[in-house]
């Protein structure tokens, strides 16, 4: 998934397998990015982050990467459980305005 | 103890009405936001607070009034309701280079 459009993005995955979110930044000077999971009902939680000096960051289950000539983060859940269905968004902090990508909503099936 | 606080939770309200949401943080945070989430999942920036100070109004119609009487509260009045405004309003805090914290949302819905 990626956040452009006005569409949310799904991503089926089967329990168990690895998942891969992309997005798409749109601001050259942003120099933090943040990674959040939004569950039904509730507000954004944080996930894990990675600033511009940084190309890859681990943490438990989860892997963020930054690409930043093309201006790409993606997030990797491993062994995707059913507690990780969810929508994900990507957001990007250039002087403390932090703005959000349109989400990818990420369904794990049995 | 709930590190970002909004209330209230759900308010539903006739076209044309006043209402007000109110976020609280216990956090110390310098900044404060007010996000607008569609029904297509698009959390789009309304505005932000730092010390009480508006730093960022993104293009939101003059209906909508933030104000913050302290560090810790930063309010979201909006007049004259139009069904438009039918979304969840989430406050987030953050300080400077963390992520940021946000509320569980209100949902408003203007009928």
């Known amino acids: 998934g990626e956040s452009v459009g006005l569409h949310l993005p799904t991503l089926s995955v089967q329990e168990g397998d690895n998942s891969i979110i992309n997005c798409a930044y749109s601001?050259?000077?942003?120099?933090?990015f943040i990674w959040y999971k939004q569950e039904s009902g509730k507000g954004p939680q944080f996930i894990i982050d990675i600033r511009s000096n940084m190309d890859k960051r681990q943490g438990q289950r989860v892997t963020v990467l930054l690409n930043k000539t093309v201006k790409h983060l993606s997030l990797q859940i491993a062994a995707t459980q059913p507690g990780d269905s969810a929508v994900y968004f990507c957001?990007?902090?250039?002087?403390?305005?932090?703005?959000f990508g349109a989400g990818t909503q990420v369904v794990v099936t049995p | 103890d709930t590190a970002v606080s909004q209330t209230p939770k759900y308010l539903v309200t006739q076209m044309g009405n006043d209402k007000s949401i109110k976020c609280e943080q216990n956090?110390?945070?310098?900044?404060m936001y007010w996000y607008k989430q569609d029904s297509k999942k698009f959390l789009k920036i309304m505005f932000s607070y730092n010390n009480k100070e508006l730093i960022i109004n993104e293009t939101v119609p003059n209906r909508f009034s933030p104000k913050s009487p302290d560090k810790a509260h930063l309010n979201l009045h909006i007049n004259s309701l139009e069904l438009g405004d039918s979304a969840v309003y989430f406050c987030a805090t953050k300080t400077v280079n963390t992520e940021a914290f946000f509320g569980q949302g209100t949902r408003l819905t203007v009928v």
């Open positions: 601001n050259s000077a942003s120099d933090y």
């Open positions: 957001a990007e902090d250039s002087w403390g305005k932090l703005q």
């Open positions: 956090l110390g945070h310098d900044t």
